[in-house]
């Protein structure tokens, strides 16, 4: 079974009174370990994509589902608990908050969801991203490089099924964007986590294992490597 699919997605939004299609009848599938990239212009369709992957909205028409879930008739409350459980985010602009350390940033996904030894968890996940020197350190005190390695070990301190990086070098110079790349490869290697990826960069789409085209909200061309 798929971790993630995506079968005949549709999604439209009304802005001034006008219908804007986001994605038009989109079918995809992502298994575990798989590093699928997600590539087109800007407006392509390629936000809204992980939005719905990752239960922040619902299509339209058509199913979304994440590792077994259904995400099309979930309450708040379950989208936050699937969320919680099973997907992890990375942004392009990291999104810390800058008045805790890099270790309190990493933990208090788990202390929101009342899990216990979450101290521990991001301490191993700081690790995992070989930054576990600096965990006391305050994002501004941190290179871009090391908040993103940062945001990686937050999106994975609760062993997700599938993360979901939306442009995560786009705010990085070449050199510091391929370490990110490399941390992204590992996990899939040595975690077996999906990863899906909406980049501009086709140096970054040339080392996922799927590229996925997307054209006004349609895809275009699947790519296996």
């Not at 299609?21 to 590093?35: I, M, N, R």
């Not at 708040?76 to 919680?84: K, W």
């Amino acid at each position: 079974m798929p971790i993630l699919s995506l079968e005949d997605v549709r999604k439209e939004y009304w802005t001034d009174g006008q219908r804007v299609l986001a994605l038009g009848g989109v079918t995809l599938e992502v298994a575990a370990g798989e590093f699928v990239a997600v590539v087109g212009r800007s407006g392509c369709g390629k936000s809204t994509l992980l939005n719905l992957a990752g239960a922040m909205d619902f299509p339209t028409s058509g199913s979304v589902t994440v590792d077994g879930v259904c995400t099309t008739n979930l309450s708040d409350s379950e989208q936050t608990r699937l969320r919680r459980k099973k997907v992890g985010f990375v942004f392009q602009s990291f999104q810390l908050l800058h008045t805790l350390t890099a270790v309190e940033n990493i933990e208090l996904p788990l202390l929101l969801a009342r899990e216990p030894n979450a101290r521990q968890a991001a301490i191993e996940s700081l690790k995992w991203v070989e930054l576990d020197g600096l965990g006391e350190r305050f994002p501004h005190q941190l290179s871009g490089g090391e908040m993103q390695r940062v945001a990686i070990a937050r999106a994975l301190v609760h062993s997700p099924k599938i993360l979901l990086a939306d442009e995560p070098t786009g705010n990085l110079d070449t050199m510091t964007g391929g370490v990110i790349l490399e941390f992204l490869q590992r996990l899939t290697r040595e975690k077996g986590t999906a990863a899906v990826m909406a980049t501009h960069s086709q140096e970054a789409a040339n080392l996922c294992d799927i590229v996925v085209r997307l054209r006004d909200g349609h895809i275009e061309e699947v790519t296996r490597r």
